[in-house]
C-alpha cells in the first residue's frame, strides 16, 4: 500500500496502521526511522487510549482492574486496509475481545493518508460504538532519521518553532508532589544535543502558539503541524541515536501515583456514545 507522486512516495503497514517509510523522490532521501534493535524498534505509532502508562500500569473501571502495554492498544494491533487509490489510503480497527480484555469500551479507529507534493496529511477518526462514555488520551510519536544526510550529526539539527514561543517545560522529577515540575521558557530554536536527553529523558511542552514545528539540518528537515495538540514532546532513545520522534499530545501518562480515576485524569478526554473524536496532522519534507 503506497501513495506517490512526482515528488514523494510513502509505503504504508497494516500492524499500527504505520508509515513504514516516506522518500522524497527529489533527493533521495528516506525521512522516517526505520527501527533498529539497538536504539528503539518502533517508527511511528499512534498512542491510543493511553499516552504512556498509568503510574501503577494499571487502572480501574466500573470496579474491575485492567493494564495495558506502553501507549495503549493501536501500535500493537493489526489494521485493515479498506481503501486504498492514488488519492488516498484508509486503514480501520474494530476493537477485538483482546483489545476488550484490556480497555472495556468498544470503539472503531480510522487512520486516513493523502499525499499532496511533499506533504503527507495523517488523519484520524476514532469512534466510540458502545453504550458508555469513553474516556481517553491521544498522542501521536513519529521519527524522523536524524541526522537525514551522511556525514552531518545530530548536533547539527536545530528544533525551530514558527513563533517566539513563551511556555511550559515539564520536568519529570520523582521528589515532586506530582512527580513534575514546570519552568517557564522563551523558546524560538533549541539546537540538539544528547545531553538534553539525558538530562531530562524527554523534552515535553506545553502552551505553544505555533502551527508547526520544524526539524532543521544544514540543508534538509521535516516540518510537523502541531496547531490544536496542548502537548508537544521530543524524544530520542540515548546518545548516539540516529533519530528524533516530534510527539504532539492531548494528554500524558501519570508522573505520579495518582488516586484520580481513569475519567479524570488531567488531559483524558470523554467521548460519549455514538459520537466520533476526530484530528490531523502533517508532515512536510524539504
Known sequence: MKLENASAVVTFCEKGAEIASFINKENGLQYMWQGEEAYWTGKNPTLFPMVGNTYTKTYEINGKKYAMKNHGLLRYVDFTCIKANEEEVIFQYEADQDALSQYPFPFTCRTIYRLDGLTLTVRYEIENTGDQTMPFLFGLHPGFNCPLVQGEAFEDYTICFDENEHLEQLIIDPNAPKGVTGKMLELKELPLDYALFEKYGTLIYRGMHSAYVTLKGKEH?????????????????????PFLCIEPWYGHGDFYDCKEDFYHREGTMLLAK?????TAYTITLF
Open 221 to 241: 528537515g521535516v516540518r510537523v503541524s502541531i496547531g490544536g495538540y496542548p502537548l508537544l514532546a521530543f524524544w530520542t532513545a540515548k546518545r548516539g541515536a
Open 274 to 278: 455514538g459520537r466520533m473524536f476526530t
